[in-house]
């Protein structure tokens, strides 16, 4: 079922089941959505594999992905298995890819939360230094914010002010 | 039914109908989780100030409100209005506290691809300096990661191998 030239995604060797973007997002929404994201960031691209790799429904996984399509954050590639018919991949598009910070940021929570005991299944190092990778608060003037009360909210140019 | 000495929260003051949280988790998963979240991070710790303002069927508040309270992200804090009986509000824990990550993840990229024309309806400001508020992706080494690419997934202490 496989081209000749594929080469595995890593992730389809770990098991999903103790994965912390799926505990979180079980608690703060819907999980499957982010668990198809999670999959296409980790480079497991088809439909029978995400569907083995993460446990979801094929319904499930087939309205998932369609709407994903729909809202531009996946396309579709088309590419041929040799000697089969020609088939689809998905790929993230820029506003895709710019949903990163959040995965990042729901996986760091439901690590520093939600994790077995021994830890969580997989972590992110930065490529060479090796350093675990996460997120810092700052401003566009490049200030570090270290805490949330140096925050504040201000009406934006398309606030609507109730009666 | 307020109590006297209540300070109304500046956020009751404006319309969470083109909020962009709502809509990006519209897509993204459930959307009334994060809306509670949101509330509440914005000061709306009451339950009829809730669901007024975010327009929240009491059912769906009762229900999201013990979900968050069951799972330790938010807690009840007791008050009485005068001349009433106690009532609860609802307040973050630090679990709570550290899903701020997540929101702001999730605000910035819906005020990116889901905003209104004009713009979305809030903005979080650097208290003092002014500038917007973000994520910068970096490592625990305390370098800035500007590319995905920087980015690699490691099995972490608690991965397990599938057959």
């Known amino acids: 079922m496989t081209a000749p030239d594929r080469v595995l995604p890593a992730a389809?060797?770990?098991?999903?089941?103790?994965?912390t973007i799926g505990r979180a997002m079980a608690i703060l929404g819907e999980r499957w959505?982010?668990?198809?994201?999670?999959?296409v960031f980790n480079g497991v691209r088809r439909f029978d594999?995400?569907?083995?790799?993460?446990?979801?429904?094929r319904q499930v996984l087939s309205n998932r992905l369609?709407?994903?399509?729909?809202?531009?954050?996946?396309?579709?590639?088309?590419?041929?298995?040799?000697?089969?018919?020609?088939?689809?991949?998905?790929?993230?598009?820029?506003?895709?890819?710019?949903?990163?910070?959040?995965?990042?940021?729901?996986?760091r929570w439901g690590d520093t939360y939600l994790a077995d005991?021994?830890?969580?299944?997989?972590?992110?190092?930065h490529r060479g230094c090796g350093a675990?990778?996460?997120?810092?608060?700052?401003?566009?003037?490049?200030?570090?914010?270290?805490?949330l009360r140096e925050v504040a909210t201000r009406p934006g140019p398309g606030v609507r002010l109730l009666e």
């Open 12 to 19: 389809l060797a770990y098991s999903t089941e103790n994965c």
């Open 132 to 147: 675990r990778v996460g997120l810092r608060m700052s401003c566009d003037a490049g200030h570090d914010i270290d805490e």
């Open 117 to 125: 005991p021994e830890g969580p299944p997989v972590e992110l190092e």
């Open 49 to 57: 594999d995400m569907a083995r790799h993460a446990g979801i429904p």
């Open 33 to 39: 959505t982010f668990v198809v994201l999670r999959e």
């Open 66 to 107: 369609a709407m994903l399509v729909e809202e531009g954050i996946l396309r579709k590639e088309p590419y041929r298995p040799s000697g089969e018919r020609v088939r689809h991949e998905y790929r993230l598009t820029r506003k895709g890819f710019d949903l990163y910070p959040v995965l990042l940021a729901v996986s």
